[in-house]
Structures are given as C-alpha cells and as structure tokens.
C-alpha cells in the first residue's frame, strides 16, 4: 500500500532554478493539497485541487505552481527558487466522502535553496 | 494573524499519566477541528477530529473536546504511553479540505 509518495526526499538547488516536486497518490482520491512546514510553524497551504483540472490557491502560494491532469498527480513546480522557499513539502490527499475525510500525508520533501 | 494556536511547544508527561494538549482559534468559521501526529522524518498521521457542533469525540486512549464559545479545543491521551511521544498539530478546516495548522507541541513521554 504505497499510499501518497513524494519525489525526492531530499533536494539543494541555487537561487533562481527551477524545480518541480512530485507527488502521487494510489488511492483515487479526489482532494489533493501541497503545503509546507517551517522550523517553528506549522503546515502551510501552498495550493490545493478538488479534482482533475481543478486548483486554487492556499495561504502561501506565491513562487509555486501546480496543474492537475490526472487523479493520481499533483507535481508542484517552483518557477525561480528563492532562499525563502528552503522548507519541508508535504504532499497530501483525501476523499471527498460526507463530513470530514482524513488527508494522508507523504514522507515530505526536504528542499534547501543556496 | 495566525487562526489556529498551540500556546506550548512542548509537554513532559510520565507514562501511564494523562496528557492534555490545547489548542485555540480565532475563526468561528471552522467546521471541523483536528489533530495529527507527527514523527520524525514522516508525514503527518491522523489522529481524531470532532466536527464543529459537537463537544465531545472519543476514540480509544484518545478523547478531544471542543469549547465554541471559548474557542478551544483539548486532545487527551489516557493512559500515556511511550509511542505517544510526538509532536500534535492541531487543525481546523474551513471546507473543501482546506487545513489551517497549529505550531505544533512535542510530547514527550517519560518512563
């Protein structure tokens, strides 16, 4: 049961690269979010998507993008890495049942920005 | 402004005592409240949630009880034990999956 699995784990770019982070879930779920966490706060909501072809924005997503052309993938792209933008990425996903339906949550992406 | 807030970075506990983590927020808004389990080097794992017209959820050794009109909510853990040592974000939803996070508190469970 792979669950929601996020590419790569770890990752150091320069200023000003591009990147995307990639996220998958095997669980056919609708809902998918991106946030990330920094030392001190908690999550954060980058983007989010209610389902294939649909995104919105969270509190935080300016320097992110995202698309959704699947139900399985949600890749979140940073357009021109900034030293601001080094955080922990977390990928999550849920079903969109009646009440509240858990997010299950990947490992993370640890993204340092020089 | 932040709309969901954990007040305490940390919490020592002996184990077979009970733990109590708070959690306050602004938003009367919210329709659900949660909390998540965090250990390190893994994604966050769900752990209970109450929906905003009860006061009360129980699951197990785990019991959250929402206060509207405070607005303030508490996870208990009862009996603690070792493998509750974590950090506990609490969280609120404003619809369509949206969560909005506390700081997050690290439990420490002591034998």
């Known amino acids: 049961n792979a669950g929601v699995t996020q590419t790569p784990k770890f990752q150091v770019l320069k200023t000003g690269q591009s990147m995307t982070l990639q996220c998958a879930q095997d669980?056919?779920?609708?809902?998918m979010s991106w946030y990330r966490q920094d030392p001190g706060m908690g999550l954060r909501l980058i983007h989010y998507?209610?389902?294939?072809?649909?995104?919105d924005q969270g509190e935080v997503p300016n320097g992110y993008n995202v698309s959704r052309s699947t139900t399985e993938d949600f890749p979140l792209r940073l357009l021109s890495a900034a030293p601001s933008q080094t955080s922990v990425y977390f990928c999550?996903?849920?079903?969109?049942?009646?009440?509240?339906?858990?997010?299950?949550f990947g490992d993370g992406t640890r993204l340092s920005i020089l | 402004d932040q709309q969901v807030k954990q007040n305490s970075p940390s919490l020592s506990v002996q184990e077979g005592r009970i733990s109590i983590l708070n959690c306050d927020y602004t938003?009367?808004?919210?329709?659900?409240f949660l909390w998540y389990k965090k250990y390190p080097a893994e994604g966050p794992t769900f752990l209970i949630s109450?929906?905003?017209?009860?006061d009360k959820n129980e699951d197990g050794r785990f019991t959250v009880f929402l206060n509207k009109s405070a607005k303030h909510l508490s996870l208990h853990i009862v009996p603690s034990q070792p493998g509750d040592s974590a950090v506990y974000f609490c969280?609120?939803?404003?619809?369509?999956?949206?969560?909005?996070f506390g700081q997050g508190t690290r439990l420490t469970i002591n034998p």
């Open positions: 938003n009367s808004m919210f329709d659900y």
């Open positions: 999550a996903s849920s079903s969109a049942g009646q009440g509240y339906q858990p997010q299950h």
């Open positions: 109450i929906s905003s017209i009860k």
């Open positions: 969280a609120a939803s404003e619809g369509a999956q949206k969560l909005v």
């Open positions: 998507s209610v389902g294939a072809g649909i995104t």
């Open positions: 669980m056919n779920h609708e809902y």
